[in-house]
């Protein structure tokens, strides 16, 4: 018998369980309490206005988001109170320094809840100064399929399928690949008190 391991992109790299359970729920209580002072806010697609199937936070000097009017963006405001977005828990910056060997901490930590039924649609994350920068990314509660493509559209993708604490960092080639979230294993995990799945997703904006 004989088969062949899927080759994913130079610079992807999946770290399973990174996070303990502990760890886990210290993380999910510190977006509880980003939430308090950020509330989850409803992102729409440029043009169209069509919602997405998220909702959004962020933590840090900087947020990554949308609307019908502005499009994709970043700004140190909360599009609704106008309010500066949370500082990054260190939890979060250590993770970044340890994973990377970036020589400065990510401006931006977006908060992605997926509830019953959302998607991410395969993108690539190019709203950044800095495409050398990596993206580190964390998984909470319930489980994920992860889909990684190459740097065209249309390609042959890749399920990964993500749990709760596993840590993602697409670097290198990956970096400007495509990727996206074909489906929640809704109500797996019991993390979250709401339910669901939330991705913190950690960027460097601009160029040190
Ligand atoms: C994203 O690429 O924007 C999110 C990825 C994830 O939720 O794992
Ligand atoms: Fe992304």
């Known amino acids: 018998m004989s088969f062949t391991l899927p080759t994913y992109p130079q610079g992807f790299a999946h770290h399973t369980l990174h996070f303990t ?56 405001t909360h599009p609704i109170t106008g309010a500066d977005w949370p500082a990054l828990p260190k939890m979060l910056l250590d993770l970044w320094h340890a994973v990377t060997d970036y020589p400065a901490p990510p401006e931006a930590c977006l908060i ?58 697409l670097a290198g080639d990956a970096r400007l690949c495509y990727h996206g979230v074909s489906k929640i294993f809704y109500g797996q995990s019991a993390l979250i008190t709401k339910g669901g799945r939330i991705n913190l997703t950690m960027r460097r904006v601009n160029t040190p």
């Open 21 to 76: 359970p502990a760890e886990q729920a210290s993380l999910i209580e510190a977006v509880r309490l980003g939430a308090n002072q950020a509330p989850f806010f409803q992102p729409t697609m440029p043009r169209t206005g069509a919602p997405l199937s998220v909702v959004m936070s962020n933590f840090g000097p900087l947020g990554w988001v949308t609307d019908k009017e502005g499009g994709y963006r970043y700004q140190s």
């Open 112 to 169: 992605n809840w997926y509830r019953e039924g959302s998607k991410m649609g395969l993108h690539v994350d190019n709203d950044e100064n800095d495409l050398g920068a990596p993206v580190v990314s964390v998984s909470l509660g319930d489980p994920a399929m992860f889909r990684l493509g190459g740097p065209k559209r249309g390609g042959v993708t890749h399920g990964i399928k993500l749990f709760s604490g596993d840590v993602v960092v």
